[in-house]
């Protein structure tokens, strides 16, 4: 996931989180992020659902439709 900042650039608060392959600067949508903006973990996808981005998260979901079995 790399962030996306709103209007006020990289002092402001992130606007919306993207899935990122990797560390890519090319988000799934297709959206261009800052070089700068913070990387998190897919993990923290589920953490703050209003700010990710919609376009992301179903194509994310499509990719990986279940979480790896913990039972093993
Ligand atoms: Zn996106």
Avoid: F, K
């Amino acid at each position: 996931m790399r962030a996306e900042y709103g209007p006020a650039g990289s002092s402001g608060p992130v606007a919306n989180w993207h899935i990122v392959r990797n560390d890519d600067l090319v988000a799934m949508c297709g959206r261009e992020l800052d070089a700068a903006a913070p990387l998190q973990d897919a993990a923290h996808w589920t953490a703050d659902p209003d700010r990710n981005c919609h376009t992301c998260g179903a194509l994310y979901l499509r990719e990986s439709p279940y979480l790896p079995d913990e039972h093993g």
